[in-house]
């Protein structure tokens, strides 16, 4: 009988985790596309400064900053890369995007920053690839750049 148990349990672990692996799958329609970065998922695992503010479930505030825009993406790639957890995936002047993958399970997260040229504004999404909560994840990160870019 434990022997089962002990089985089950392997199964349902290397499933698990195979499933995270097909799941993490890069999205399509990442990016700027006229002017805005994709929408939010249903699921509460993304938040977005291109949310309606109605929407309390995935709407940030835009973050404001001041002086140059290179210096301000750099500092921003700079800091999220600094965490030890993040792959950058693209990045020009006024556009990054990073995979950040989780410690303990490797879940990914897809984290961009959209710097638009006329506007002192850092627009971002952060969104989980996989699961329905992230736990506020997604939100803290926002926060966490929001702090960097506001102090």
Request: aromatic share 10%; net charge negative; charged share 20%.
């Amino acid at each position: 009988m434990v022997r089962w148990i002990i089985a089950l349990i392997v199964v349902l672990f290397v499933g698990f985790f195979i499933y995270v692996t097909i799941s993490n799958k890069l999205p399509e329609g990442l990016g700027v596309t006229d002017g805005g970065l994709m929408s939010c998922p249903s699921s509460p695992n993304c938040v977005s400064t291109q949310a309606s503010p109605e929407d309390l479930e995935h709407y940030a505030e835009p973050i404001v900053y001041t002086g140059d825009r290179m210096k301000t993406q750099l500092s921003i790639e700079s800091f999220i890369l600094s965490k030890g957890n993040a792959h950058l995936v693209s990045s020009t002047l006024g556009y990054v995007h990073f995979e950040v993958k989780s410690a303990l399970i490797g879940y990914i997260d897809d984290v961009e920053f959209y710097l638009p040229e006329a506007d002192s504004v850092v627009h971002v999404r952060s969104a989980s690839r996989v699961g329905y909560s992230d736990l506020g994840i997604n939100l803290e990160r926002v926060r966490q750049i929001q702090s960097l870019l506001v102090d």
